[in-house]
């Protein structure tokens, strides 16, 4: 991956290709934040006006292309990236604007060329967001490209006063980490679904945890049937690709508190006989993200040494349609024996997350936090780039969305509305309870209520519903491609480092 450091250089004489800037939206103009002074004299002290005169506006995420101060000196740079930060009227920057920044700039500049970065870092999460917006920028999925493969990308610079400050390298160690294992969840969620069935997804987790030092176990389909895991089994039993359930543990010296992560892992999604269109089915490789998730914030927060002892699930499958799928109508017994008369094929996520959420309360965690592209209706509700937060008490649930806060990521609160359960229970004549209410609304609700009935009493629990920001179908913007966007790791890794 590209390498990132920080320097103490005068951005103005940075030996590199390009210096990402910020410029800030004033009234009907715009003005240079500190740490722009230097560049702003080898403009004569025109700088502000060269931007304007190009039509810069200090829009967040607004970018302006300038020739370099002397560019046939040595040591100064080719190429001026100036990006929009907004407005700051009392002139502060929230980090998340420093973080797209430079995002914005670096997809700016050629995957090639070397990029310094002066925008305002006056402590150690600003350093932070700046490094982690440079790297997740960065990042391209190239492997199934025929071109491109033997690039070498260049590489990425902090420049800040804090250079030497013991925070500020802790901090970037902290993006480092944080930005390759969103890589990793990004690659994933990418691959195509014919490439990253069950079996293949799960070795991955193994050979990752022996290169970090996490203990992996893994079920596969016997084990699973031993088990009585009847939810994975269930909607596994379409496809030609067993399911499995993976178990990662990471459990340093004294942990101040327990995790457990739970993860959606559909590798396609079909929908199974409740069929899907051929436009919905595009996308769902990418059903998978929750599943990858959580098991790269384990990794991440293993490599990171935080105090916290994580006990994650990955509940893998792949629903497809077949003469041995599930039937509308089946019902399942799933772990811990509870039955499931499964009413809609394409209701699957639910089904898997709760053989995982049952078999994660049998560790007795502090908290359990599932992370699931689980219903369009939350989509319909939230957007394409806000997960809703559910929870078994209001505590839980701030306690995660105030991680998403401070890491950056949009999350919204949601509830769970008592009589959801009572739908679930009474929708089926013939089981405990359905895997659908049968109503046209509420769908995101519903599915929190269904999950939370498998989480066992006494145990925190909270649902992170992220069919929304899992996947980008749209175009790049700041540090978030096309495509699959490692959404949930900065949170589960702030939830981690904020643990007391």
Not at 156 to 172: E, S, Y
Request: contains cysteine.
């Amino acid at each position: 991956m590209t390498t990132i450091t920080l320097s103490k250089s005068d951005a103005a004489g940075v030996k590199t290709d390009a210096v990402v800037i910020g410029v800030v939206k004033l009234g009907g103009g715009v003005t240079l934040p500190a740490g722009t002074e230097s560049l702003n004299a080898a403009y004569g002290g025109k700088l502000v006006e060269v931007l304007t005169g190009l039509g810069a506006t200090g829009k967040a995420g607004e970018v302006t292309k300038v020739p370099g101060p002397a560019m046939n000196k040595p040591g100064k740079s080719a190429t001026l990236i100036a990006v929009g930060l907004g407005a700051a009227p009392d002139g502060s920057l929230k980090t998340e604007d420093l973080r797209a920044a430079a995002g914005a700039g670096v997809r700016a500049a050629k995957a090639t060329q070397s990029v310094a970065f002066a925008l305002p870092t006056p402590d150690a999460d600003c350093v932070r967001a700046v490094a982690e917006g440079a790297l997740l920028g960065r990042y391209a999925f190239t492997a199934y490209k025929s071109s491109d493969k033997d690039e070498t990308p260049g590489s990425l610079t902090v420049i800040t006063d804090l250079a030497r400050n013991k925070d500020a390298r802790a901090a970037l160690e902290r993006a480092q980490v944080t930005a390759e294992s969103i890589a990793q969840v990004r690659d994933w969620v990418n691959t195509p679904p014919s490439d990253l069935h069950p079996v293949e997804f799960a070795a991955d987790a193994v050979r990752l945890g022996k290169e970090y030092g996490v203990k992996v176990e893994v079920l596969d389909e016997k084990a699973l049937a031993k088990g009585g895991y009847g939810g994975i089994l269930g909607v596994g039993q379409g496809s030609a690709n067993p399911p499995r359930l993976v178990r990662l543990t990471y459990t340093p010296k004294k942990p101040v508190t327990h995790l457990a992560f739970v993860g959606k892992g559909i590798t396609f999604d079909s929908g199974g006989l409740s069929l899907k269109t051929s436009t919905g089915m595009v996308s769902m490789k990418s059903d998978m993200a929750g599943a990858a998730a959580v098991i790269g914030a384990t990794l991440a927060i293993a490599r990171l040494g935080l105090p916290v002892r994580v006990t994650t699930y990955a509940a893998m499958a792949e629903n497809m349609p077949s003469g041995s799928a599930a039937r509308p109508s089946d019902v399942l017994t799933m772990y811990g024996g509870k039955t499931v008369e499964v009413l809609n094929t394409d209701a699957e996520g639910r089904l898997v997350l709760g053989d995982a959420l049952v078999r994660a309360s049998e560790d007795e965690p502090d908290l359990i936090v599932d992370v699931a592209t689980l219903t369009g209706a939350c989509v319909v509700a939230l957007g394409t780039k806000v997960a809703g937060a559910f929870g078994n008490t209001d505590s839980a649930r701030d306690r995660v969305v105030d991680a998403a806060v401070a890491s950056g990521e949009a999350m919204w609160p949601l509830p769970i509305p008592a009589e959801m359960l009572d739908k679930l229970k009474s929708h089926s004549k013939v089981a405990d309870l359905a895997n659908i209410t049968g109503e046209p609304w509420g769908g995101a609700l519903a599915a929190a209520a269904f999950l939370g009935d498998f989480v066992a009493d006494g145990i925190d629990w909270v649902h992170l519903d992220v069919a929304g920001p899992a996947f980008n179908d749209g175009a790049a913007a700041g540090y978030t491609p096309n495509g699959g966007t490692g959404y949930a790791v900065r949170t589960l890794i702030e939830l981690a480092a904020s643990a007391q």
